[in-house]
């Protein structure tokens, strides 16, 4: 079983910065693209970045600039650092495993609460 354990959000000021962790369980992790997803109350869930295996990135347009993706295969583990952090950003942040071009796992998420 591939679980997913997410943590490092918390309660921000505007303008300050968090950094996300994923650790993951799995003997194939290490081949597995990676996402962060968000959900925001009252709003559906979006995806914020993924990670392929190789370490390419690709950035929903809020994050571009101000969040960064990043991958340590060898500690099975997924980074987001966010910086410039806005209210608009606070929702609870989801790690995802995606598996052959759909999400086969989720994380419990992680609430990220940013004051203005």
């Known amino acids: 079983q591939v679980q997913l354990v997410e943590s490092g959000g918390g309660l921000v000021q505007a303008g300050g910065s968090l950094r996300l962790s994923c650790a993951a369980s799995?003997?194939?992790?290490?081949?597995?693209?990676m996402g962060w997803y968000r959900q925001a109350p009252g709003k559906q869930r979006e995806l914020v970045a993924v990670i392929t295996s190789g370490g390419n990135t690709n950035y929903a347009e809020f994050a571009k600039g101000r969040f960064t993706f990043s991958r340590d295969n060898a500690r099975n583990t997924v980074y987001l650092q966010m910086n410039s952090l806005k209210p608009e950003d606070t929702a609870v942040y989801y790690c995802a495993a995606h598996l052959y071009g759909t999400v086969a796992y989720w994380g419990q998420g992680t609430q990220v609460t940013v004051s203005a």
């Open positions: 799995g003997s194939i992790f290490s081949r597995n693209a």
